[in-house]
């Protein structure tokens, strides 16, 4: 399977690290080399890196590995030492930080009363404080209220159109078998459909103040942050409110099928990620799949040899035609014989009565025993004890 290849501007951003390490870097003092410095840049740090985090900086590391190259400062023939070296350094530090930051400090199971606060306080600042930031507050509120809705994930938003009652969004995580566009289906529901006509319409003048739009997302990110700060609420990120739409979509009923094709997912095992820690919100499901897309849903799952019978759902409710074997029916076990019964069973079969005793009162067995109460040799050899028990 070949590796998706990152975004433009994701290379930029890796670049852009580069720099800052680069330039912290010739800031040392010493006859080190720059690689060395690099290196040592990134070992002494406070605390542990994460592994996504640790990630971004053996990124960045690599992409300063290149600018130096292409400044003349490392060979190009010692591209590869280079970036070992560095690397070696980043996996010296990985680990658990002891204090959480950025993205370990967001939730995922953000509640009705948390988005409802947030949403009063922006509504709040952006009719009161007359600033530049009330069009970025507003525009905040409306992303804030669709996307548990509608489930998208933020970069998706740029290039999303709506052709009357349909909304059409691009998707991001692309493969072979995945389609570029999907589709679903906005009930009548006015509110809804005015918000999102406002949003896209708008969208442009939104993102004007920014360089590019994932510029505008990370600031919308970090204004949501720090209003979360000010209303006393967990820290929420846009991303937490497209776990609640699938948790939503589940307790409203909709199909793993319908599920996917509505988040755009290209494994069906993605979706055990989301909705983990959500709770369904008591807000009306506005969305619908398009039957197309279900469909392409289910194709693409048979084509990978999945069960048919576990893909056509019948929608009333009722459950699929299996062809079960009757299971063998338990036949009763034999009840177990006490060993007390057995032993007085073959006691009286070799206890005979005296002659003339009344009641049979005694035996010949027990006029044969001596006056310690035991049976003398003879009589021990003429009883043989019955055989051991087999186990039932």
Not at 228 to 250: D, E, K, M, P
Request: hydrophobic content about 40%; some cysteine; aromatic content about 6%.
């Amino acid at each position: 399977m070949s590796r998706r290849q990152a975004r433009p501007t994701t290379h930029a951003s890796y670049r852009k690290r580069a720099k800052a390490l680069i330039t912290a870097a010739r800031r040392l003092d010493g006859d080190m080399l720059i690689i060395e410095k690099l290196a040592v840049i990134l070992r002494d740090r406070p605390d542990l890196l994460a592994r996504n985090s640790a990630g971004v900086y053996r990124q960045a590391a690599l992409a300063a590995v290149d600018l130096l190259i292409e400044e003349g400062v490392v060979d190009s023939q010692e591209r590869d030492r280079a970036r070992s070296a560095l690397t070696q350094a980043i996996s010296e530090v990985i680990g658990t930080p002891k204090v959480l930051r950025t993205s370990a400090l967001k939730v995922l199971d953000a509640t009705l009363r948390e988005a409802r606060q947030v949403l009063k306080f922006l509504k709040a600042r952006a009719l009161s404080v007359p600033t530049s930031g009330r069009c970025q507050d507003a525009f905040l509120g409306l992303i804030i209220f669709l996307s548990p809705r509608i489930g998208w994930r933020p970069s998706e938003i740029e290039q999303g159109q709506l052709d009357n009652a349909t909304l059409i969004l691009a998707t991001k995580k692309l493969s072979s078998h995945g389609a570029t566009l999907r589709r679903m289906t906005l009930d009548n529901h006015d509110l809804t459909l005015d918000a999102m006509r406002v949003l896209l319409s708008n969208l442009q003048f939104g993102m004007s103040p920014y360089a590019h739009f994932d510029a505008w997302i990370r600031a919308l990110s970090e204004r949501l942050a720090r209003a979360c700060v000010q209303c006393g609420i967990r820290r929420l990120c846009l991303y937490s409110f497209r776990h609640v739409a699938v948790c939503n979509w589940r307790a409203a009923g909709f199909s793993l099928e319908e599920i996917k094709a509505l988040l755009g997912h290209t494994s069906m095992r993605s979706q055990q990620f989301y909705g983990r820690k959500s709770k369904p919100w008591k807000t009306a499901v506005v969305v619908t799949p398009v039957k197309s897309e279900v469909e392409l849903v289910e194709k693409q799952m048979l084509d990978q040899g999945a069960d048919r019978e576990k893909l056509v759902c019948d929608k009333s409710g009722a459950d699929p035609k299996f062809d079960f074997e009757p299971m063998p029916q338990p036949t009763p076990k034999q009840s177990k014989t006490d060993s007390a019964d057995i032993w007085l069973n073959y006691m009286r079969s070799q206890l005979k009565p005296l002659p003339g005793a009344r009641g049979a009162s005694r035996t010949s067995l027990e006029s044969k025993t001596t006056s310690n109460g035991r049976a003398t040799s003879d009589e021990k050899e003429s009883v043989n004890p019955p055989a051991p028990l087999k186990p039932m």
